[in-house]
């Protein structure tokens, strides 16, 4: 599953895993795992990086993730998303697993920008929308009281640097699999299960197209 930030693209892959009786494979899942697993040898490697807040490298996700996707619960398929992120991590999975669909999730940046952008927060980690889900005060939280703040992360000036930095590596990622004949592009400015419903369709018809059903 691929999409910008804020895109659904994470829900979206658990509405597929849950439907389709398959595991819901998440790069994040499975570095928190190892994290907090101090049986893995990879535990102090993988807590390194990440409790310094640095990007663990490519080699070592590539790693893992081919390790998870060998597992049993593995067999019949699984459901992935936040991999690949570059299009060297692309190539790496094509040599490693079958990759029967990927899906795009379709947004414009001016809706990630306001998606991100009107997100409040509260030091309890209650977070708002000022669109979306609206505190009754834009500055209280309404949950426990206190002041609400924009993250960092949530400013524009951020949201549009991430946004470049996914576009740059994202255009070679969607090359190689709009070459291959694999991916497909689904509108994600609608509902949640409008866009899950895009999906399930598509993979329908693919398997209506396979099977001839009449
Ligand atoms: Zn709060």
Same mark, same amino acid.
């Given at each position: 599953?691929?999409?910008?930030?804020?895109?659904?693209?994470?829900?979206?892959?658990?509405?597929?895993?849950?439907?389709?009786?398959?595991?819901?494979?998440?790069?994040?899942?499975?570095?928190?795992?190892?994290?907090?697993?101090?049986?893995?040898?990879?535990?102090?490697?993988?807590?390194?990086?990440?409790?310094?807040?640095?990007?663990?490298?490519?080699?070592?996700?590539?790693?893992?993730?081919? +390790?998870?996707? $060998?597992?049993?619960?593995?067999?019949?398929?699984?459901? %992935? #998303? !936040?991999?690949? &992120?570059?299009?060297?991590?692309?190539?790496?999975?094509?040599?490693?697993?079958?990759?029967?669909?990927?899906?795009?999730?379709?947004?414009?940046?001016?809706?990630?920008?306001?998606?991100?952008?009107?997100?409040?927060?509260?030091?309890?980690?209650?977070?708002?929308?000022?669109?979306?889900?609206?505190?009754?005060?834009?500055?209280?939280?309404?949950?426990?009281?206190?002041?609400?703040?924009?993250?960092?992360?949530?400013?524009? +000036?951020?949201? $549009?640097?991430?946004?470049?930095?996914?576009?740059?590596? %994202? #255009? !070679?990622?969607? &090359?190689?699999?709009?070459?291959?004949?694999?991916?497909?592009?689904?509108?994600?400015?609608?509902?949640?299960?409008?866009?899950?419903?895009?999906?399930?369709?598509?993979?329908?018809?693919?398997?209506?197209?396979?099977?001839?059903?009449?």
């Amino acid at each position: 599953m691929l999409g910008p930030p804020v895109s659904g693209k994470g829900t979206q892959t658990d509405l597929i895993a849950q439907t389709f009786d398959v595991p819901h494979i998440s790069t994040g899942v499975i570095l928190h795992a190892i994290k907090i697993d101090l049986s893995n040898p990879l535990a102090p490697e993988v807590m390194g990086f990440m409790d310094q807040g640095k990007l663990v490298p490519s080699e070592l996700v590539n790693r893992l993730v081919a +390790e998870r996707i $060998k597992r049993a619960d593995c067999k019949f398929g699984y459901a %992935m #998303d !936040g991999f690949p &992120r570059t299009l060297e991590q692309a190539q790496f999975l094509d040599q490693n697993a079958d990759v029967d669909y990927v899906f795009l999730i379709k947004v414009t940046d001016a809706t990630i920008i306001e998606r991100m952008s009107g997100r409040r927060v509260c030091k309890n980690g209650h977070t708002w929308h000022l669109k979306y889900s609206p505190p009754k005060d834009p500055a209280v939280c309404d949950t426990c009281g206190e002041p609400l703040f924009q993250r960092d992360d949530d400013k524009e +000036e951020t949201v $549009k640097s991430r946004l470049a930095v996914y576009h740059g590596e %994202m #255009d !070679g990622i969607i &090359r190689f699999y709009s070459d291959k004949g694999a991916l497909i592009e689904i509108d994600g400015e609608q509902h949640i299960e409008d866009v899950f419903r895009q999906i399930v369709r598509r993979l329908v018809n693919d398997l209506r197209s396979k099977i001839g059903w009449k």
